[in-house]
Nanobody
């Protein structure tokens, strides 16, 4: 059974940083893309970033503007989302996902439980 477990969320002041982790287990993810999405109250789930295990392709939402960075540790089957210069508008539940990839949720079959990120002004 595939499992994705996020960690690293929390409360941070505007301008601060957080690093989210997503540990994958249950299968080999060498052929999958690992994505990050977020969902704020009353809003749709939106794409943040994604990274393909093979080939190293990484892409981001325009709204991130270079503040976030995706990285991965293949040996640990873990993907990270480093978030710098956080803004109150970044407040949301952040989800890790695994699948074929892309910028839409339908491109991912596996989802974590989500981790709350709250940025205070």
């Amino acid at each position: 059974q595939v499992q994705l477990v996020e960690s690293g969320g929390g409360l941070v002041q505007a301008g601060g940083s957080l690093r989210l982790s997503c540990a994958a287990s249950g299968r080999t993810f060498s052929n999958l893309a690992m994505g990050w999405f977020r969902q704020a109250p009353g809003k749709e789930r939106e794409f943040v970033a994604a990274s393909h295990w093979s080939g190293g392709s990484t892409y981001y939402a325009d709204s991130i503007e270079g503040r976030f960075t995706v990285s991965r540790d293949t040996a640990k089957n873990t993907v990270y989302l480093q978030m710098n210069n956080l803004e109150p508008e970044d407040t949301a539940v952040y989800y890790c996902a695994g699948g074929l990839g892309g910028r839409r949720p339908m491109g991912y079959n596996y989802w974590g439980q989500g981790t709350q990120v709250t940025v205070s002004s």
